[in-house]
């Protein structure tokens, strides 16, 4: 669904963040995992919060994890939302044990579980932009 | 005891919604800084200190309007909820320190007939210090606004403990049901039953209308001293025993936490209580920052009136509601009274100790707590006694 008309919320291409949704245009999903003791992290942060180093690469995940949590916004309280209510915004859990916000998008809200077992897909919503999302598996 | 802090003043304003406040923001936070020196017996000149509210005014606005002509002390806690219990941290140190004889704290906001409540943190999310990523990392899955940030942890303990609606909906009716007795609460007069609040639409799930809090016009404010200094005033001041802050780590993230339910408050209320040299069950009420139910459950958690887990039997059966074992927001809190950004938690605070409560006084109060919650689950609480 890429097209110009896209009003929703997109993030600000700079810095770090501007690389993690570059490997997500490009259909990957990779995190930071620090050189030194091999933590992952999400979002992107400068430093090892574990060990201090500051070398660290963008490491490829799994796109496999599970759910954590959700809720579904049934009011929505952004307008730019005002057409999709009601929706779920989610936390998955990766299996690299890092978490991110996401939206599940093959299941209705209420069929939503905690824990279910979860796979990244890529929804390319502009030109500049690809969001990761995540599909249920094992339906 | 001498160098001690206290509360010497407060003040508020009507708390409304319908046709507004009339009055700009800075107007009404005005008024109520007024009401305070009033009550305090203070001239704006004696105020040396000004801690405004987090993007609600500059302490050289406040203090070119009320005439306060010797400021030496201007600071704001950028802690968001949490910015008035906490701003009462770092006033007591600045007059115990002599960096100010007497600091005011302002908070208000036209909540209702400006830009509602609702939609502050939406429109203006670069102001908090997570704000980045949430435009970054959350906006664009439209997790856009505190309820739905909330609401993932509401769900998850929901899922871990087997927390319920009715449970929620326990918290929502006893704020209700004390608002009955505070004739400047806005929802006074207007009972709730749990079937109108399971009634009430979704919002966001589990939060319904009435798991949230009011959007609403209405300001207060308080002053804080030296206990010296208390002594020279007419009115009885109210002791700060112990008070503190805390962050949740991340604090700028609300979906990385090692322990998902970990707020500031967690680090804060420990010390806050070893501080008073008090515990929990010393409480004889807590004013709880009650931006939406669960938030509520979860600070009783944290500060330690319950175990983790056990806040949803802990609200049933009245035990929150005057009467109970610890009556929980007297005046009806963000719920049920007005949304004055936590400050009307601590003004209804002093009056309970000062015995100035009514229908809704806690018989024999002799010490209580306050907390705040701001931002991503930043934390402040404070406890306090009487003179």
Known sequence: MSNSDYKKPLPALEGLTQEFYGFCREGELRFQRCA???????????????????????????????????????????????DDAPYAPAVVELDEGVRLVTEIVNCKPVDLEIDAPVEVIFDAVTPEITLPKFRRTGL | MANEACIVGIGETKYCRGEGSGMSQLALQLSACSAALADAGLKARQIDGIMPFPNLGSAEGFAANLGCENLRFAATINMGGAAPVASLQAAGAAVKAGAADYVLVPAGWNGYSGRRAAQTLSEQVSSIPGGAIARDFYFPYGLTSPPQWYALMARRHMHLYGTTAEQLGAIALAMRKHA????????????????????????????????????????????????????????????????????????????????????????????????????????????????????????????????????????????????????????????????????????????????????????????????????????????????
């Open chain 2, 180 to 387: 009955q007795l505070n004739p400047n609460a806005v929802m006074n007069g207007k009972d709730m039953s749990l079937d109108d609040y399971m009634a009430s639409p979704m919002i966001t799930d589990p939060y319904r209308l009435f798991d949230c809090c009011l959007e609403t016009d209405g300001a207060a404010a308080m002053i804080v001293t030296t206990a010296e200094r208390a002594r020279d005033l007419a009115g009885s001041p109210v002791r700060i025993l112990g008070v503190a802050a805390g962050q949740p780590y991340p604090a700028d993230e609300i979906t990385n936490r090692k322990d998902i339910f970990m707020t500031g408050l967690t680090i804060a209320a420990p010390q806050a209580f070893k501080k008073a040299g008090l515990k929990p069950s010393d409480m004889d009420f807590a004013q709880i920052y009650d931006c939406f139910t669960f938030e509520v459950l979860q600070q009783l958690e944290e500060t330690g009136f319950c175990e983790r887990g056990e806040g949803g039997a802990f609200v049933e059966d009245g035990r929150i509601e005057l009467g109970g074992a610890l009556p929980v927001n007297t005046h009806g809190g963000l719920l049920s009274e007005a949304h004055v950004l936590g400050m009307n938690h601590i003004v209804e605070a002093v009056r309970q100790l000062r015995g100035e409560c009514g229908a809704r006084q806690v018989k024999d109060a002799e010490v209580g707590v306050v907390t705040g919650w701001g931002d991503f689950g930043d934390g402040s609480i404070a406890i306090l006694g009487t003179a």
């Open chain 1, 36 to 82: 030194s003791c091999q933590a992952w992290r999400h979002v992107p942060r400068e430093m090892c919060a574990q060990c201090g180093s500051m070398d660290w690469s963008w490491e490829a995940s799994s796109g496999r994890g599970k759910l954590f949590t959700w809720t579904v916004a049934a009011r929505p309280l952004h307008a730019a939302f005002a």
